[in-house]
């Protein structure tokens, strides 16, 4: 007779952490069946007298069901769905307690921007600039404190660190209300060195031999408390969660509840949507697409460091890149905007009226995140892109609502505008890649339309502001008058009595859906000359 399956809600290496009994690693199932098998020329229910028959192999009975969770130092664990929901319920409390949130951060081209070529040694004397040794993966430490000890140039590769502008403030001040976790593609020993390097900066330690003098001793004593204090043991790397393969970051393996009391922030969306674990709740339905409560920031890459690999993954895409004679990288304000959303949700997280954990009406992040982001634009924004989104791409976003949206385009939703394919009288901002397409020429004679650059959108989205247009004008902007407003409202009454009377009849209206809308765009075709015509 078999044992049944271990209830115990933890399990941790293939054993049950508290009794001890032997689980499947896959599962954190008991394997007391398939321990037993079958004799392999008999059925269960075969007789003496029967025929062999291939036997069928029994499925281990299986308890609740179980998910990953890594902890504390990066040590992942398999809990019961009712143990993960007690355990998220009971952080969520003792955030509340704190009038705190969780905010995840990644790394490299986030925080910092790192190298490991020697060729940045020139560079060294910027305050920003820091360097450590970093021990190769194959060296092991008793302790992952005793990386800090490693000074041995044959087991380590020095490594060049450049600090994001605003680093500092945006530290010191997130971590009064929210607290820092660090998910980085990185290895543990990575985290941890770049974790103290940032605590050193923010201590004013000196990048030199602190152990030379009294005062640099004490600095590093300082630095040591700052990184516990601030950082604890809250840090994920990839050496923690390599089960999830290359490029996927999956906030559940941290929080299980999805993070309804977190927020993310990253220079890469790609990683965040690649897992198979989101809530859908907190991805608007769409398949594909990074939880509502991550920030995507724009990467930050030094100049000084664009000739050199990077030590770890490359940088996300930067819609808004400017070009190479307009980049100023240390007028680099991405933090500081990222810190006014930060408190901005803190507030309008902890304001009265929001339920307590557990209950029915109790706030979620990623929730108001997405008001926040639909509130950026007023109602009636309708936007067209140039140079940016295929026609065809747009289209099949279009048909397929489950369908991941292009990011360009989901940035423009998210923030409550239209998007549109082509240009008429009610567009009202035509976001181009480079000025003088023709969608630009058709959109600078729309009276009111503004035609703009892409890095008008990214820096709203960026920031969740509605951003001034005046310096992303790719030209000037056709005013309204009163007689170019009496023709939009001609064009408009005419349109809806061409829709109205193409809904009399059945036939009339499987031509508009089969190819009606060819008069819709030679009307489209030549409205810009219309538009010319008359004023």
């Not at 143990?83 to 986030?110: F, G, M, N, P, W």
């Not at 590769?157 to 600090?163: E, I, Q, S, T």
């Not at 905007?337 to 009226?353: N, P, V």
Request: proline letters at 6%; hydrophobic letters at 30%.
């Amino acid at each position: 007779m078999s044992c049944p399956p271990c209830a115990h809600p933890v399990k941790v290496g293939g054993l049950c952490a508290l009794c001890g009994a032997i689980v499947s690693t896959a599962d954190g199932q008991l394997n007391s069946d398939s321990s037993r098998p079958n004799s392999p020329n008999t059925s269960p229910d075969s007789s003496p007298n029967s025929s062999p028959t291939k036997p069928k192999p029994k499925r281990a009975r299986k308890g609740p069901k179980n998910q990953s969770l890594t902890v504390s130092g990066g040590h992942t664990l398999r809990v019961s769905s009712s143990y993960a929901s007690q355990h998220s319920l009971l952080e969520r409390k003792r955030l509340r307690s704190k009038r705190k949130l969780s905010l995840v951060l990644d790394l490299d081209h986030t925080l910092v921007h790192c190298v490991s070529d020697e060729r940045a040694r020139e560079h060294l004397g910027n305050d920003e600039l820091r360097t450590f040794l970093l021990p190769f993966d194959n060296i092991k430490f008793p302790s992952p404190e005793d990386i800090f000890n490693a000074t041995n140039p044959f087991h380590c590769a020095r490594h060049y660190l450049k600090l994001r502008p605003n680093l500092k403030t945006f530290l010191t001040s997130s971590h009064e209300c929210y607290e820092l976790t660090i998910y980085t593609a990185g290895t543990r020993y990575y985290a941890l060195k770049v974790a103290h390097a940032i605590c050193r900066y923010i201590v004013g330690a000196d990048d030199v031999d602190y152990f030379n003098s009294e005062n640099a001793t004490e600095k590093e004593k300082e630095a040591i408390q700052l990184r516990k204090d601030m950082f604890g043991s809250r840090i994920v790397s990839r050496s923690d969660v390599g089960d999830l393969g290359a490029n996927v970051k999956s906030l559940k393996r941290v929080f299980p509840d999805g993070g309804r009391m977190s927020v993310i922030l990253d220079d890469r969306e790609d990683v965040w949507a690649n897992a198979k674990d989101n809530d859908r709740l907190f991805t608007g339905g769409r398949k594909g697409e990074p939880p509502s409560n991550l920030l995507y920031i724009c990467p930050y890459r030094w100049s000084v460091f664009r000739a050199f690999d990077d030590v770890n993954n490359s940088s996300g895409a930067d819609w808004g890149a400017q070009p190479p004679a307009q980049q100023q990288a240390e007028d680099d304000e991405y933090l500081t905007m990222t810190l006014d959303i930060l408190k901005r949700l803190h507030e309008k997280f902890y304001a009265e009226g929001g339920g307590e954990p557990g209950e029915e009406h109790e706030r979620a992040a990623p929730l108001l995140l997405q008001q926040m982001r639909a509130s950026v634009f007023p109602p009636g924004c309708k936007f067209v892109f140039s140079g940016l989104v295929s026609l065809q791409e747009q289209e099949q976003c279009r048909k397929f609502s489950e369908t991941a949206r292009l990011p360009i385009t989901r940035y423009a939703e998210d923030l409550g505008a239209t998007v549109v394919s082509a240009v008429d009288l009610d567009v009202t901002h035509v976001v181009a890649k480079r000025s003088g397409t023709e969608k630009c020429q058709r959109g600078a004679a729309v009276p009111g339309c503004a035609v703009v650059s892409v890095q008008w959108l990214m820096q709203c989205y960026w920031s969740l502001k509605n951003a001034s247009i005046m310096r992303y004008l790719l030209c000037p902007i056709n005013p309204r008058t009163e007689e170019s407003e009496n023709y939009r409202r001609a064009r408009e009454k005419e349109k809806e009595e061409k829709n109205n009377a193409t809904t009399t009849t059945t036939t009339k209206t499987k031509d508009e859906e089969n190819g009606g809308g060819n008069d819709d765009e030679s009307s489209d075709d030549d409205f810009a000359d219309g538009l010319l015509a008359n004023f």
